[in-house]
Each structure stands twice: as C-alpha cells, then as structure tokens.
C-alpha cells in the first residue's frame, strides 16, 4: 500500500464550480497534514494545514479530515483560472518525516 | 533570510562529475528536509534534519549521494559520479520544529548531460 495516494487527475472545473481534491494514508498516527499548490515549473506554496477532525476554512478553500478513514480533501469554492495548478497533499509519518502525495492536476476552464 | 533559499538556481554538470548543492533554511527553523522531484511526479522524499543530524536519511538512493549540517542552518547535498538519471529538480524545505508546516525554496535544476 502507499503512504499516501492522490488521483493524478487532471481535473477540470469550470470557472466559478467548487472543485474537490481528494487524498488518502495510510500512517494512522499521522497527526498534521497539509495542502501545498505548486504551479508548472515552481516550487510547492504551502496553501492549508489541518490537524483535527473536521473541516478548517480559509478564504475560498476548505481542507477536510477524517483520521478515522485516513482522508483528507481540499474544496475550492469559486474556481478561478489562477487556481489551476498541481495540488500536493502531505503528511508527517510518525517518524517526523513530510511524505508527498504524487498531486492532483487542476485545470479551470473560463 | 526572508525564505529558504537554494543555490545554484541550475546546474548543469557532465556525467561522472561531483556537484554540491545549497540550502540556506528559514532562519530559527530546525528542521530542514531535501526531495527531488520528476516532471509530472510528487516530490520524492531524501533526508531531513533535526539540527545538526540527520533523523531520517531513508530516501537517499545510494552511496552517491550524501547531505550535510554541520551547524544545524546551511545544509549542502553532495552528489558525486553524476548519472543522467540524477537530473531533476531538488527541492529544499525548513520547519520550525518537527511536525509543522514546511516552507520550500525555489528548487535547484540539476541537468547531468
């Protein structure tokens, strides 16, 4: 099994739609997860971090977690053009070491 | 600094070469980790660094490759006998502490030819 599997998409939204990203791992002691987006040939930008069960808002995006599923989802409301791009979920094991989901592609289409 | 920062921006290196390259953290950040990362792929994870130690250097492909902290702030990433296979970009992160949030550098392209 992977640490950590993301559907590599793309996934294509139209301007204005919610799109939703999806992530799952499999280290049930994981307690911090976070959401990085990382445009064609930049690094990856730290965009949300969650650590609880529930859902954690910030702006137009919202990080979702389940640790009982071992799943955490990022929505993003109002899609813009802007926001297409690779999103990255990561996590700490319990070793302290920050695993990388292999990403999700977005495209909005205006 | 403001941010992590990594140095060169590229390299380009022949094959069988030794190339070094630079991560300067986020300054107080303890924790600093090294990926490399493939077009289309997830950045792969290679060592990280608690200060001066290395807590986790399983990602490290083989004895070529080799990473620093002699002072617990600037790590190097040594990578000696180059391969083609070593190109990608190599990617430098810091965090506070263990287990918060990471921020990276702008990466370091390395093209072994």
């Known amino acids: 099994q992977k640490e950590v599997e993301q559907n590599s998409g793309p996934l294509s939204v139209p301007e204005g739609a919610i799109a939703s990203l999806n992530c799952t791992y499999s280290d049930r002691g994981s307690q911090s997860f976070f959401w990085y987006r990382q445009y064609s040939g930049k690094s990856p930008e730290l965009i949300m971090s969650?650590?609880?069960?529930g859902d954690k808002e910030d702006g137009r995006f919202t990080a979702q977690l389940n640790k009982a599923s071992q799943y955490v989802s990022l929505l993003i409301r109002d899609s813009q053009p802007s926001d297409s791009a690779t999103y990255l979920c990561?996590?700490?094991?319990?070793?302290?070491?920050?695993?990388f989901g292999q990403g999700t592609e977005l495209s909005v289409k205006p | 600094g403001a941010g992590v920062s990594q140095t060169p921006s590229n390299k380009v290196t022949e094959k069988g070469k030794y190339v070094e390259l630079r991560c300067d953290p986020i300054s107080g950040h303890t924790a600093l980790y090294w990926y490399r990362q493939s077009l289309g792929q997830g950045p792969e994870f290679l060592i990280y660094?608690?200060?001066?130690?290395?807590?986790?250097d399983s990602g490290l492909p083989n004895d070529r490759f080799f990473a620093v902290r002699p002072e617990g702030s600037v790590s190097t990433l040594k990578i000696q006998r180059t391969e083609r296979g070593d190109s990608a970009v190599y990617l430098c992160?810091?965090?506070?502490?263990?287990?918060?949030?990471?921020?990276f550098g702008q990466g370091t392209r390395l093209t072994v030819v």
């Open positions: 969650i650590y609880s069960n």
């Open positions: 660094f608690q200060g001066t130690g290395a807590a986790d």
């Open positions: 990561a996590f700490y094991n319990q070793g302290g070491k920050l695993i």
């Open positions: 992160a810091s965090s506070l502490k263990r287990e918060t949030e990471a921020f």
